[in-house]
């Protein structure tokens, strides 16, 4: 219930599903809120008499709580010293429609204001780019320089390049770099690298768009120039400039065991991720700059690039991240994120990519009641690099510094590596209204008809095995994550809204791609 406005709160409940055996007193139920709770919200939680045991048995009130429902000593002198609160809390709960004599437990709890939440990440992007300014003098070296792909003859170039990005994280989780007042302040600079794909449609007479691309899970800028990068990059008239998530690549899957099988790295680890969203940060800038006006030339020395404006393409975890980088980017307004979510506690165990990731964590904290009360601590860290977190603000341009955003999220129906409720989270926290006609409903969102400046659209390859309905770890796939991106009409769709601002349907009807609906892949 919000106490503030007395209205329900979307959410659902769960018990852990992992537990199947044993001493079920450890087994947790768990709470979902539907979307982002309110910033500055002030939130009280029921569990009725309704609720039963695994034997139908009503589950009776702990003797704490019945002390402070019936006015007797708690045995805690902190606790009773709350029964002023606890009075007001069953009164709201009363007008609410939900009377003390129904409840077995309650509690109240405290949402972070806006502001709090996100000034962390905006001293540390306003302290960051003060140093780099538009990009234009930021040290550049080109490593590689071909043309064509030596690779691949349909792109007529391909350049590996490594710049200077301000320094913002320290090392061995130290977390972010201060000044001797506490501050963010970053210290001498660190070398980056990216990837650089040129279509051969990219000419001074057809200025090709600009188009940052984000890996996917613990990856690198390879698959940003890899088969399907080249494909998008000729279909869309695409310069293709793939970054690296610095603190969450390839190079720190070793950081992600040591964090996870101790949780006192876990804010250091999180903090570092950073050091990879300042570094996109930085390389849109020079994308503007002078990627283009003095390495994205013609044998003349003309710009083969549309410099007025740079768009964003993440999938998988470069849509987890890049929703975060997006929302405080002052550059990028355009974002097509694909398969991702926020929410990072609800996507880790609902992911099959858990099943590798989870066993630092049980391995160290024993039992799986701790692990998941471990994923829960991870996620407050995890806040820094949760879409969620800032994502009320992102559309309606209420970051400071930062423009409003449009976003155009695609996902895939029972996807096994991001769950769709994490990607549905995401989308309800966003605001984000649902494209008609659409493969299945999405609780929360609002069908509507394109065109629309941003939305989510659901994609269904109709695939088996489907991921399971509960939160059980498991290890299977079925390649709905990778399979919808290859689609024509996926391509089509973010090209389209890349260069009008505008989402449309590009599929026949919903996009029930295993009907034909999705055009044509490879």
């Not at 709770?37 to 009503?58: C, E, F, M, T």
């Not at 913002?168 to 963010?184: C, E, H, M, S, W």
């Not at 996620?379 to 976003?407: M, R």
Request: net charge negative; hydrophobic share 40%.
């Amino acid at each position: 219930v919000d106490l503030s406005t007395g209205d329900r709160v979307a959410h659902f409940a769960e018990i852990d599903a992992n537990i199947t055996e044993g001493d079920f007193s450890d087994q947790a139920l768990i709470l979902r809120p539907a979307a982002r709770l309110r910033g500055g919200g002030h939130y009280g939680v029921a569990i009725r008499s309704s609720l039963r045991d695994k034997a139908g048995v009503p589950i009776a009130r702990s003797a704490a709580f019945a002390a402070l429902v019936d006015g007797g000593s708690t045995g805690s002198a902190r606790l009773d010293a709350q029964r002023t609160a606890y009075t007001s809390l069953f009164a709201q709960l009363a007008t609410a429609g939900i009377p003390t004599g129904d409840l077995t437990l309650a509690w109240d709890f405290h949402v972070a204001d806006d502001a709090s939440l996100i000034a962390t990440q905006l001293a540390v992007r306003d302290a960051a780019l003060a140093t780099v300014g538009d990009g234009s003098a930021v040290p550049l070296t080109i490593e590689l320089d071909e043309a064509p792909d030596s690779r691949d003859p349909t792109i007529a170039r391909r350049m590996h390049i490594a710049y200077e990005s301000p320094r913002v994280v320290g090392t061995n989780f130290a977390g972010f770099l201060r000044d001797g007042n506490g501050q963010p302040a970053p210290q001498g600079t660190s070398t980056a690298v990216a990837s650089i794909l040129v279509p051969p449609c990219a000419t001074a007479a057809n200025p090709a768009k600009l188009v940052m691309y984000g890996h996917g899970f613990f990856g690198d800028y390879d698959e940003s120039e890899a088969g399907y990068a080249r494909r998008f990059a000729n279909e869309t008239c695409s310069v293709i400039i793939g970054g690296v998530w610095r603190g969450m690549s390839t190079a720190n899957v070793g950081d992600a065991a040591l964090a996870l099988n101790e949780l006192g790295r876990i804010p250091g680890f999180s903090a570092g991720v950073w050091q990879g969203i300042i570094d996109f940060m930085v390389l849109a800038k020079m994308a503007k700059t002078q990627l283009a006006t003095e390495v994205l030339v013609d044998g003349n020395g003309d710009s083969i690039v549309d410099a007025t404006r740079v768009h964003y393409y993440g999938i998988s975890q470069g849509h987890i991240l890049g929703s975060t980088l997006l929302a405080f980017d002052p550059t990028m307004e355009r974002a097509a994120f694909n398969v991702g979510g926020a929410n990072w506690s609800m996507m880790f165990e609902r992911s099959k990519n858990w099943l590798l990731y989870s066993q630092p964590l049980e391995g160290a904290y024993g039992s799986q009641l701790a692990a998941l009360i471990g994923m829960q601590v991870i996620e407050l860290s995890f806040e820094l690099i949760d879409g969620g977190t800032v994502a009320p603000l992102a559309l309606a341009g209420q970051v400071p510094g930062a423009p409003a955003k449009q976003y155009l999220m695609q996902i895939s129906r029972d996807d096994c590596q991001v769950p769709n409720m994490a990607s549905a989270f995401h989308a309800r926290s966003l605001g984000l209204p649902l494209l008609q006609p659409s493969v299945m409903p999405v609780f929360g969102l609002t069908e509507v008809a394109g065109p629309q400046a941003s939305a989510l659209v659901v994609y269904d390859e109709m695939l088996e095995p489907k991921p399971p309905a509960d939160n059980t770890t498991f290890g299977y796939d079925n390649d709905a994550h990778e399979r919808t991106r290859q689609w024509s009409a996926t391509i089509e769709q973010i090209n389209h809204f890349f260069d009008t601002g505008e989402i449309i349907n590009t599929c026949d009807g919903a996009c029930d791609c295993a009907a034909g609906a999705c055009g044509t892949r490879p």
